[in-house]
């Protein structure tokens, strides 16, 4: 690829990059000096699993990496005991030191479904930050001011409507901010909702006297229910490690619109190319693809032909039931008697412990299963689409 594509290809997905000769010139220095760039992204494991909507950031993280530049993946495992307020309309509870350590392995452990392990440096911020000591941490506050923070659109609303801020979470944009500064990174990667804390990397480096980092933005990716952001607290969420078929039948209930979002921030397939297929085949084969991101291409391919000896042979009627989860406590059982696929919570029971319940192709076992988004098959006619 030449520069210009190059820089294309980096900024598909992308909702704004500050700024973007920098990243040009960056690129081009690079190149003919033959020095990566260092490429940041900060995780705080703030729960134990990755989901799509983190994998916006890998993806982008592995295309640096395949163009030769060096990514540090950031585990905020400090950053994590203040918790980031970014979209936040109330005080976070503090996590404890064990679940953050916890999270932590198991982030570790995921990530390189997707990026290069070999070419990956994992660090901790804990590692430097920690040592921070009270004299320099204080000299941090001093490159921001209260009004900048309150300037700030979550912390601003929180503030107007009277809602309590604690001073640790103004710290926190200032730890992240000093991560690029550890770092020197040239780029830092993130997602819209984090512009406040990207460029305080920006501000901080630039008072350390270093130069900017380039600052690139992703777009939030909606979750599965198509409005909010994924989320695993929603439930609209498609989780990295879940069985091959449950990714595969949480891809398939997505609508049409959102399938083309997944294809742009999630695949590097041509938007053209995908536009001239039937949409149940575009989805299919998105189905396939992020199946084949974490696991094998025969996994993948197998998904798929599960799915559609369930689905695609005219099994599920025109008229399939359409039921939206209100309370995240409901259960199964409720849900099939209130849909009237069975006619009382005895006969849903037998019917689970036969097995002749099932979410998109897998079998429900037990009467207090979490409900989930997708499509449930009660006996052999009966379909329920479950949304959220």
């Not at 550890?182 to 406040?196: I, M, N, P, R």
Request: some cysteine; glycine content about 6%; hydrophobic content about 40%.
């Amino acid at each position: 690829m030449n520069d210009q594509e190059v820089f294309e290809h980096l900024t598909r997905g992308t909702v704004e990059t500050i700024n973007s000769d920098d990243l040009r010139a960056r690129l081009k220095d690079s190149r003919q000096s033959g020095r990566p760039l260092k490429i940041k992204a900060g995780f705080d494991p703030t729960a134990p699993d990755i989901h799509l909507g983190h994998c916006v950031l890998l993806q982008k993280l592995r295309q640096f990496q395949d163009f030769g530049h060096d990514v540090f993946f950031l585990i905020g495992d400090f950053t994590a005991q203040i918790g980031d307020p970014t979209g936040r309309d109330q005080l976070r509870s503090q996590m404890s030191l064990e679940a953050i350590a916890e999270n932590a392995k198991t982030y570790k452990a995921q990530v390189f479904k997707i990026l290069d392990e070999k070419k990956t440096k994992v660090v901790f911020n804990s590692s430097w930050l920690a040592q921070l000591s009270a004299q320099k941490i204080l000299e941090l506050t001093a490159f921001s001011t209260v009004a900048q923070m309150l300037a700030r659109a979550d912390f601003k609303k929180r503030f107007e409507s009277a809602k309590e801020i604690s001073i640790l979470e103004f710290i926190y944009p200032l730890m992240q901010g000093f991560d690029s500064v550890h770092l020197q990174a040239d780029v830092e990667l993130g997602g819209s909702d984090q512009k406040f804390n990207l460029l305080m990397g920006r501000q901080l480096q630039q008072a350390f006297g270093q130069k900017p980092q380039v600052v690139m933005m992703t777009s939030l990716l909606e979750g599965t229910d198509g409005e909010k952001k994924m989320s695993k607290s929603l439930g609209n969420y498609i989780g990295i490690n879940e069985p091959p078929a449950e990714i595969f039948g949480k891809v398939m209930s997505i609508s049409d619109e959102l399938m083309m979002r997944y294809y742009e921030v999630l695949t590097q397939r041509n938007l053209v190319e995908i536009k001239q297929l039937h949409p149940k085949e575009a989805k299919l084969q998105l189905g396939q693809e992020i199946v084949g991101q974490f696991y094998s291409q025969e996994k993948a391919n197998q998904a798929r032909r599960e799915f559609e000896k369930v689905f695609s042979k005219g099994d599920v009627p025109e008229n399939m039931i359409e039921y939206k989860v209100v309370a995240a406590d409901e259960e199964i059982v409720d849900i099939l008697v209130k849909n009237n696929l069975v006619a009382s919570k005895s006969e849903a029971r037998r019917l689970i412990m036969q097995g002749g319940v099932t979410m998109d192709g897998q079998r429900i076992t037990d009467e207090h299963w979490q409900v989930k988004q997708g499509i449930v098959k009660v006996g052999k006619r009966r379909f329920l689409r479950i949304s959220f």
